[in-house]
T-cell receptor
Framework: RKEVEQDPGPFNVPEGATVAFNCTYS??????FFWYRQDCRKEPKLLMS???SGNEDGRFTAQLNRASQYISLLIRDSKLSDSATYLC?????????????FGTGTQLKVEL | NAGVTQTPKFQVLKTGQSMTLQCAQD?????MSWYRQDPGMGLRLIHY???????DQGEVPNGYNVSRSTTEDFPLRLLSAAPSQTSVYFC?????????????FGEGSWLTVV
């Protein structure tokens, strides 16, 4: 079983749609969780951290369920510019450091 | 405002050749690491460093060496290139402080081994 699993997609949605991505992780000791965005042939960039209480940043909402070891990302009112691959990322230890475990990513295509 | 700089961006190597991927950051970050990204595999950690003079192996270290003589630089050496090392390589850095959860990546190095 992969440490971090995501549906690879692609998710093809019309502009303005709401789309949700899910991610599961296997290491129950994982401490920090993130969603990264990666555009084609570009480096990953942090989209948002994910907190147990859930958090929102504009059109983006992230949720964490530690009991089920499950992370989600909801994108409302999709824009063409949201087309990218979304990476679920888990860090097993608290504090600093950058030993991250990446999911394979979910590809989103927003269409007119 | 350079951030993390990787060179070269593209490289073609013959099997058995050696080369070094350069990585430099100007943010005074303690932590630096190298990842490779392959289709269907996600990013995988090759080597990492928690400070100058300290390095350790990640998930897929075989065939690669690193050193960290300064805070700024973290080169990745391919000792004897193999076709299995064809990949996209990303260097990353982050700080130890409260903002340490933000990882900054370089733009990537596309390596093909023939």
């Amino acid at each position: 079983r992969k440490e971090v699993e995501q549906d690879p997609g692609p998710f093809n949605v019309p502009e303005g749609a709401t789309v949700a991505f899910n991610c599961t992780y296997s290491n129950s000791a994982s401490q920090s969780f993130f969603w990264y965005r990666q555009d084609c042939r570009k480096e990953p960039k942090l989209l948002m951290s994910v907190y147990s209480s859930g958090n929102e940043d504009g059109r983006f909402t992230a949720q964490l369920n530690r009991a089920s070891q499950y992370i989600s990302l909801l994108i409302r009112d999709s824009k063409l510019s949201d087309s990218a691959t979304y990476l679920c990322v888990v860090k097993p230890f608290t504090g600093g450091g950058n030993k991250l475990t990446f999911g394979t990513g979910t590809q989103l295509k927003v269409e007119l | 405002n350079a951030g993390v700089t990787q060179t070269p961006k593209f490289q073609v190597l013959k099997t058995g050749q050696s080369m070094t991927l350069q990585c430099a950051q100007d943010m005074n970050h303690e932590y630096m690491s190298w990842y490779r990204q392959d289709p269907g595999m996600g990013l995988r950690l090759i080597h990492y460093s928690v400070g100058a003079g300290i390095t350790d192996q990640g998930e897929v270290p075989n065939g690669y060496n690193v050193s960290r003589s300064t805070t700024e630089d973290f080169p990745l050496r391919l000792l004897s290139a193999a076709p299995s090392q064809t990949s996209v390589y990303f260097c990353a850095s982050s700080s130890q402080g409260p903002s340490g959860n933000t990882i900054y990546f370089g733009e990537g190095s596309w390596l093909t081994v023939v």
